[in-house]
């Protein structure tokens, strides 16, 4: 499983780091997700990356940065520039696909960690 961390309350324009840790497996061979949920909002993909390629959706691009350590088992979302609609809780996940927004080729959750933008 995973936990997040680094959620918190920023105002807009601010930046934020999450971290992603894993526990109970390794994040060697898995590619790693970050999505979002906003309120009343079907959850979404955000980022992820694999051993070799980053990948964005265009809410993300510009402005938000994945990268991953292995030896630490941890992988971040560096967000800048935050804006009122990035509010929502964020998730991390495992898949052993790369690249893809499925949530149902992700084999392992958190349980989140909110992120609010507000002034």
């Known amino acids: 499983q995973f936990v997040e961390s680094g959620g918190g309350l920023v105002q807009p324009g601010g930046s934020l780091r999450l971290s992603c840790v894993a526990s109970?497996?390794?994040?060697?061979?898995?590619?790693i997700g970050w999505f979002r949920q906003a309120p009343g909002k079907e959850r979404e993909g955000v980022s992820s990356?694999?051993?070799?390629?980053?990948y964005y959706t265009d809410s993300a691009k510009g402005r938000f940065t994945i990268s991953r350590d292995n030896a630490k088992n941890t992988v971040y979302l560096q967000m800048n520039s935050l804006k009122p609609e990035d509010t929502a809780v964020y998730y991390c996940?495992?898949?052993?696909?790369?690249?893809?927004?499925?949530?149902?080729?992700?084999?392992?959750w958190g349980q989140g960690t909110q992120v609010t933008v507000s002034s």
């Open positions: 990356i694999s051993y070799d390629s980053e």
């Open positions: 109970g497996f390794t994040l060697d061979g898995y590619a």
């Open positions: 996940a495992a898949s052993v696909h790369a690249g893809t927004w499925y949530e149902h080729e992700y084999d392992y």
